[in-house]
Nanobody
């Protein structure tokens, strides 16, 4: 069964940190671009960070650039999102998605377009005091 499973969400105070994990099973992430997307209540889904090991590139949205870091571990077939200096406006359900590398022009394309062959079920991140 081909699937992505996110974990690591939770409640954190403003200024705190969290690390989300996106573990793939049934396929190898090395051949895919992987992105982290988030959706807050009443808002459109936003691509916040995307990575492609094949293209050797990453992309961050303006809203998270400098605070979030996306990275991958091929041995664990997992992509991570390290989130620092969290703000209340980062509160959302965070999803990871994987799209075959040959189907995207750039990782920015993936993040902005919101495309993905496979999607996880999402993990809730709440930033509140």
């Amino acid at each position: 069964q081909l699937q992505l499973v996110e974990s690591g969400g939770g409640l954190v105070q403003p200024g705190g940190s969290l690390t989300l994990s996106c573990a793939a099973s049934g396929f190898t992430l090395d051949y895919y671009a992987v992105g982290w997307f988030r959706q807050a209540p009443g808002k459109e889904r936003e691509g916040v960070a995307c990575i492609s090991s094949r293209q050797g590139s990453t992309y961050y949205s303006d809203s998270v650039s400098g605070r979030f870091t996306i990275s991958g571990d091929s041995a664990k077939n997992t992509v991570y999102l390290q989130m620092n200096t969290l703000k209340p406006e980062d509160t959302a359900v965070y999803f990871c998605a994987a799209h075959w590398t040959g189907g995207i022009r750039t990782v920015q394309h993936m993040c902005v377009s919101g495309i993905g062959d496979y999607w996880g079920q999402g993990t809730q991140v709440t930033v509140s005091s």
